[in-house]
């Protein structure tokens, strides 16, 4: 008996969708795209124009040219599909087609496109009608997250809050819908500063959408890195560290997950750790945010400058002066890039350098450094570089320059500090001494 | 044709994985991101040998953690349960705890019969471990240090669903 001519196609159009699937796990685009191309032609000539396996195809394509960052293609397709969907009618399809053009305009920072797409979507959802809850509950959470990447937390609340509702509709709880809405929700509500129920939200969700079978995804490790980064800020250690767990374990399982962000988690995480008094595991923690960065960033970057001056900071009280010249010693250089222009930080960790240079007496080294620091002195008159100086005289035993130089920077400490002030008391015992 | 740990040994060398031979034993080490020996550090110790005339290959992280005795009473139950839970999530390894001195270990007993592991497949039995070392570390803290069992993805969504449901009815 002679096979049904619809099947042979199907058959024939899925061998060569498998065919663009392997290429692209061989990283292999080029081949995958003629692959695609061909499968669409195909399915175009002996499947229909408006079949499922055009849109199949078209959606395969555009995720191809929205991995090699074309995103004109990506859009045409995009669109298509959406047009095929209109003229077959259904919501579903129409709110799924929405929602991928929302996506790909947001992605590529048209925000407002996205937007309009998003409510677009939404309002063509009847909450009255059962069969639209699943395309609206998932719009309004899609809204809420991209509220939330742009910062616009308090707009994120009601469409987060009306997906809850839509969620506790359904016929069954949609659990992991409504724990991802609860999620985000729990995040926007952070950030408005209603802190306990955003809390409540986030104890509850966290647990499912964090799952080990759950799939790590942006919105996550952000709730995640928000998460732990609040309990830490309010003093709850212990509990930030079992969240920062989470969210660095989600941060190195996923290939999407950004260097920079996943090495400022790492830093927020070693703070903590100072706080638990697990200085060991920070450190261990700065160390691999900076192998992170390094060869995908600048060492002038920002975020390289910041998780050198957290290591140096765990250095120096240990005594170990020498591991933070090093560091301090990159620093120093990494600022003399020509798009460097923080020059208070230019100047503080020339002084830290400085400082660390003094207690390993390398006198020349510091002095030249303490000196290239207080050329570009900031406000505080570099009372701080100026006291470091005394400090490096007097360990020189050059007494007469040590008081010369504690005298400047002990009114510049009082004016600016005060009277209390640490490092005037440390002066003033200092003075003492020399003038003995 | 079964094996010999010298073989397993040139084939780690090909796949760019330091060890330490031994006389019967394979040792080497991995850096972990979250889980910590017993003296904290983000390291797993690994042991690779055979058995059976090279037919099985076993690859364990020996003392991957310990439940003191002095602590059956209060937390076997909810270390018993964790590993239980963690077993059924997982393919490929498991965890294996000897109830005698409390050792538990992450284990993977792979049948080779005449066979012998192709470099992939050898990368891919000795990477698991620390990523499931990595994956359940928070998990075995919690049954180790607080006696708190690890919930079934059903219980924890039957849970949230309860007090989603609870918070709306308050919110109307």
Redesign the interface.
Known sequence: MAADPREKHEKEFKIRLKAAQNYRKEDKEELARAELIQALAYAEKHLGTNSEEVIEACLKLASLHASIQEPGEELRLLQRVLHIREAVGGVEGIVDSLQDLAFCHGSYGRTEEAEKLYRRAIGLCVESVQAHHAPLRLTLLYLGDFLIEQDRFAEAVEPLERGLRVCARSTSYPSTCGSRTACALGVALLRVDRTEEGEALLDQALPLVSHRSQPSSTPLRRALHIYANHLQRTDRFAKADLIYGEALYHFGNSNRAHPVNHAHLLQAAASNDVRLDRKDRAERRLQLGLRLLRDKVEPHHVRVLSLQQDLSNLFIPALRYADAEAILTEMVQATAHADFTDLRARERYLNNLGFVQVHLEEFPKAEANLRRALVTAGDDHGCYIIKNLGLMYQKMGYTTEAIREYEKALPLFVKEFGEAHTVAAFIRDALKELKA | MSTTLTEIARQLDAIDIKYHLGANRIRLSFRT??Y?DAD?D?SLGLTIWLEDDGETLRIQALNAYKLPKEQFAERLTAVQQTLNQLNW?TKLAHYEMDTEDGEIRIVIDYVLEDGVPTDNQLKRLIYVLPHLA?????AWRAALDHGTTL?T?DE??R???D???A??KSLQ
């Open positions: 991101d979250l910590e904290r983000n999530e990595d994956r359940d570390h928070a919930l993805r924890l969504c849970r949230f669903d007090w989603m449901i918070r709306d």
